[in-house]
């Protein structure tokens, strides 16, 4: 039952690196994940914020060779980010840094979601928790 209407969790995730940052470690990671067939990468926008606050994005085709496994992402656009983001991203990072936001495909759980709906499932309700979160609550669980 894996058909073109099962998929599996689709996420938004937004990364701010300082200028001095490669990203060569956090693109390779990316594109282990996507050959492994663990996300699906609908789109993915790098976003630079100027130190007098204006925003653009970049265009990875023409990436500098320090942005490595990066550049292998040009082309990742399904459209669901554009320039509404862009200018959004400029509100959230801050001046002097790059940003990657990605959208991506769950894919890992594209079996247990054609499981559930076989069986009538249907999604109600989902959270997620912040890393914070769980260090927070380990924190307290080892103060006790």
């Not at 689709?10 to 050959?35: C, N, W, Y």
């Not at 500098?64 to 399904?78: K, N, T, V």
């Not at 790059?98 to 759980?109: G, H, M, P, Q, S």
Request: charged content about 20%.
């Amino acid at each position: 039952m894996n058909g073109p209407d099962i998929h599996g969790p689709v996420d938004t995730l937004i990364l701010e690196f300082p200028a001095s940052a490669q990203g060569a470690a956090t693109a390779q990671a990316l594109r282990d994940l996507v050959d492994s067939d663990t996300i699906r990468l609908y789109d993915l926008l790098l976003v630079r914020r100027h130190d007098d606050g204006h925003c653009e994005e970049l265009d990875l085709a023409a990436a500098p060779e320090s942005a490595g496994a990066l550049r292998s992402f040009a082309g990742a656009r399904s459209g669901l980010l554009g320039l509404e983001d862009v200018e959004a991203l400029a509100e959230v990072i801050k001046p002097g840094a790059t940003a990657v936001a990605f959208v991506y495909e769950n894919a890992w759980a594209i079996p247990f979601v054609a499981a559930a709906r076989s069986e009538g499932a249907e999604l109600v309700a989902a959270t997620r928790i912040t890393v914070e979160q769980i260090i927070s609550a380990l924190d307290a669980i080892e103060s006790n």
